[in-house]
């Protein structure tokens, strides 16, 4: 069993940037690949970014593709998801799920256990 705290949401201006951090409970975190996910108000949720069980292999959205990183500190069990130059259509609450797969997936029901999420808003 895994239990994910997602922190560091926030109001912003466009062009800024927020790290959101996501704490894992449980000695396997290591083991999990992790991602992070987005649903804006009336959109479905989607894939933002994904980083495997070693942090050697990540992969992107389109939409966020050189301007956010994930990372992951094993030793902390905690992964991170930095975002910068924010546009409004980034807002969204965002989400932080564990897959036990190990590798990178875009595919949310590859993924065992979900934050709570924490909101990003963007202003213009």
């Known amino acids: 069993q895994v239990?994910?705290?997602e922190s560091g949401g926030g109001l912003v201006q466009a062009g800024g940037s927020l790290r959101l951090s996501c704490a894992a409970s449980g000695r396997t975190f290591s083991s999990y690949a992790m991602g992070?996910?987005?649903?804006?108000?009336g959109k479905e949720r989607?894939?933002?970014a994904g980083i495997s069980w070693g942090g050697s292999s990540t992969y992107y959205a389109d939409s966020v593709k050189g301007r956010f990183t994930i990372?992951?500190?094993?030793?902390k069990n905690t992964v991170f998801l930095q975002m910068n130059s924010l546009q409004p259509e980034d807002t969204a609450v965002y989400y932080c799920a564990a897959s036990q797969l190990g590798y990178v997936t875009r595919v949310s029901p590859a993924y065992d256990y979900?934050?709570?999420g924490t909101q990003v808003t963007v202003s213009s």
Request: cysteine-free; charged content about 25%.
């Open 71 to 75: 990372s992951r500190d094993n030793a």
């Open 36 to 41: 992070w996910f987005r649903q804006a108000p």
């Open 3 to 5: 239990q994910l705290d």
């Open 46 to 48: 989607e894939f933002v």
């Open 114 to 116: 979900w934050g709570q």
